[in-house]
């Protein structure tokens, strides 16, 4: 179970470095695209409450799919809530930057939680 959190890190660290050098791109040659001035602070709060839900998940992986599933469900609706309120709350008090701070945090959300899903499975089907 060590060493599938390890890997898991690795390659997410990876995939994160990625998704901030194409974030870096956008923001000083692609002027058209706006995001929001605080992007930086948005990926490193995604990947570490990913890093944070997937080892919680991991720990469900080699149990039964019901339990699997119940744990999932749990911990995405967990995050959508969680992730709502920031977005309300960035929204309220930082009008001018809402609607970029939307756009990018649900870009970077759905980035990272599609590589969340992609893991999960390749490693529940290992199992």
């Not at 948005?42 to 469900?60: E, G, Q």
């Amino acid at each position: 179970m060590k060493s599938k959190i390890q890997s898991f890190v690795i390659r997410f660290s990876i995939f994160t470095g990625i998704i901030l050098i194409i974030s870096l791109v956008f923001q000083f040659w692609v002027s058209k695209i706006v995001i929001s001035p605080v992007w930086p602070f948005i990926l490193v709060f995604l990947y570490a409450f990913t890093i944070l839900a997937t080892v919680m998940l991991f720990k469900y992986i080699d149990s039964r799919i019901s339990a699997f599933a119940n744990a999932f469900m749990l911990v995405n609706f967990g995050k959508l809530v969680i992730f709502t309120l920031i977005i309300i709350i960035y929204a309220l008090f930082v009008r001018e930057d809402a609607i970029p701070f939307t756009v990018t945090f649900f870009i970077y959300y759905l980035l990272m939680t599609t590589y969340e899903i992609v893991t999960l499975l390749r490693m529940q089907k290992s199992s």
